[in-house]
């Protein structure tokens, strides 16, 4: 019966795969090329540890995406069947799992009903900082807040972190200090916690053996995806628990592209010297594309200095080649993207055909423009996430005061909704509130004595809220419905009606949620974009545009990686630092994989050699032309250089003078005024 299970398991796996999965180290690292099956393989493995009996709440699938986690969960359940173990198989990101057992255990970890800040929230309490006289010359508050997350994520020192991150520019380290020092006790005035903190909080605890023993006994084997992308401040969580669990981690070193972040693209490749007596297991097996496109592919990788020893194969065979089409402008290069979607549409091919990559929203703006001029559906990842966008903050904010009321950021953004309440009117209001809590008062007894004098709905409209508390979703309808008014008018020009949609949205996530923090904690911590919404329509037919930094996952039989030109790949930025312009690398890299059989490289064609010294382990070098695509052979792509139609130019008429002005024929008879 065992063996039964085990075939059913494994049946459609490769060789490889087969043993990623029923491999039997302690600990596996398992070097998962583009389009090799690896979510397959983890759900292989998840289901393989359940088919030999390991009780499902003592496994844990740590994802980087909601997106991903989400995916692992539906895939085991559709595998093992609706109402079993997977119910109790749990996924989630570093933070996600890092909050759950801080939440869970305020007595091993402290911090019980402090605040979760996301960006936005951080930057308005550092811009409350410089604003009360804590300057710095060359940074603003929302730069200091990433300088500081920078430093905090990699272990370096906040001066060397300055150092990375503004390296053209002469910044006073100890007047940042000073600041940070301002932020981190403003934060704890106020109970806040951020993203990085919840990270260092578990970690912190960690340290004592006691500790990391019950944590790691609570698990049988901890699957990490993504491996590439994990920071040295998550392996402060991972080291710890090595000796009291199995780790099982998927990763490809090729597609490491958040050092930005802080992910460390070395620590993959010295696996086995931190975590001892791991096996290092490799999927070369392509099921994505064709070989002409892992041709190119593997190609660009075999230019890096770097080793990665590892090269795709295409299970699918041959297909056409990549094709290379070179511009005049970006406006050209976008139209004729849309031209060739809409040809494409006009033989039969749905939208959902096509990817459009792109480095950044504002690169893709010219694209966006045409598909928005001929009518072509399509959704942006790497957008905004649902819960940071304005008018659900709004909402959000009535929840918060409710959940932490002393929570100030929160307060400032419900107050001055109001009418003719500026930020002195809020900032007196939640003065008032703190005053008549610290005298005693209940929360809601401080709400209604601050809240006097302003409107009485505000403060009914916040006491419904805290009375279906227990009921998270009905809590954010009543917050809606007491809002709608104001947004209404304050979103009158910026189109209302879809706002308005997304709080039911917002209603909808928070079903089931056993708190108001909690709901909120989950989706700051794991988002959802609203591109993912868009999805849930029932038309499903459209083109997807993604930057690449948010096209992990993501495939399509036809993929435009758009703007691939000198000065882009690698980026300006990257030029100086080696190890900058090989992530720019994989950059290029994680694009060209997401196509399955067609793959369309789109430039602007003028080309000079991007020349730059740069700093290597061996000292400074010489690159005589960085642009990846400078010395691609021929043989690779097929190649087209598109000139568009341009008015000629005007020619002077014999005896002017170069370029001297025409004489112009009046239609007049001019004789008598002469």
Known sequence: MAEAGADTVLEGLNAAQREAVLTGSSHNLVLAGAGTGKTTTIVARLRHQLRQGVSPERLLAITFTRRAAAEIRSRVQAEIGVGGAQEGVAAMTFHGWAMRHVRNNPDVFGYEGWSVLDAEDQAQVMRGVVGRGKRVEGLKADQIVDV???????????????????????????????????????????????????????????????????????????????????????????????????????????????????????????????????????????????????????????????????????????????????????????????????????????????????????????????????????????????????????????????????????????????????????????????????????????????????????????????????????????????????????????????????????????????????FIEEYLLSPVFTSELSQDRSDGDHVIVSTVHSAKGLERDWAFCAGVSAGAYPSARSLGDVDSIEEERRVLYVALTRARDRLIVTRTFAHTPVRAWVSTSAGLGFVEDAYFLGALPEALVREEVHTAARLPKPVSPPGAGVGGPREIDLGVDLGDLE
Not at 450 to 476: H, N, Q
């Open 148 to 518: 500081l997350s920078f430093a905090r994520n990699t272990r370096i020192t906040l001066a060397e972190a300055i150092r990375v991150k503004h390296p053209d520019q002469t910044i006073d380290a100890k007047a940042v200090g000073a600041i940070v020092r301002a932020f981190e006790e403003r934060k704890r005035e106020r109970q806040y916690l951020n993203y990085d903190d919840i990270l260092m909080i578990f970690a912190e605890r960690l340290k004592d053996p006691a500790v990391a023993a019950w944590v790691g006994s609570h698990y049988e084997e901890i699957l990490v995806d993504e491996m590439q992308d994990t920071n040295p401040l998550q392996w402060l969580l991972i080291d710890p628990l090595v000796p009291h669990t199995r780790f099982y981690c998927v990763g490809d070193d090729a597609q490491s592209i958040y050092g930005f972040r802080g992910a460390d693209f070395a620590s993959i490749h010295s696996f086995r010297d931190r975590v001892p007596g791991a096996r290092v297991l490799k999927l070369e097996d392509n099921y994505r594309s064709t070989q002409e496109i892992l041709d190119l592919s593997n190609w660009l990788l075999d230019q890096s200095p770097l080793g990665y020893d590892k090269h795709l194969r295409a299970v699918r065979g041959s297909g056409a080649k990549p094709e290379l089409h070179s511009f005049e402008t970006p406006q050209d290069e976008a139209g004729w993207i849309a031209a060739e979607m809409m040809r494409a549409r006009d033989d039969g091919q749905p939208w959902a055909t096509h990817l459009i990559l792109v480095r950044s929203n504002y690169s893709g703006r010219a694209i966006e423009a045409r598909l928005v001029e001929n009518d072509i559906p399509y959704v942006f990842y790497g957008g905004v996430k649902l819960l940071e966008s304005a008018h659900v903050r709004d909402v959000l904010s009535a929840l918060r005061v409710v959940s932490n009321p002393d929570d100030e950021i929160a307060w400032m953004r419900l107050l001055t909704l109001l009418p003719r309440v500026g930020d002195r009117t809020a900032a007196r209001v939640f003065d008032d509130v703190l005053d008549a809590r610290g005298a005693g008062l209940s929360a809601r007894e401080a709400r209604e004595r601050a809240l006097k004098g302003l409107p009485g709905w505000l403060a009914a409209g916040l006491d419904a809220i805290e009375e279906a508390s227990a009921r998270v979703d009905d809590a954010v309808g009543r917050a809606a419905s007491m809002l709608t008014p104001v947004l209404a008018h304050k979103y009158r020009n910026d189109n209302w009606d879809a706002r308005s949609r997304d709080l039911s949205h917002v209603e909808r996530l928070a079903a089931s949620r056993p708190s108001i923090s909690a």
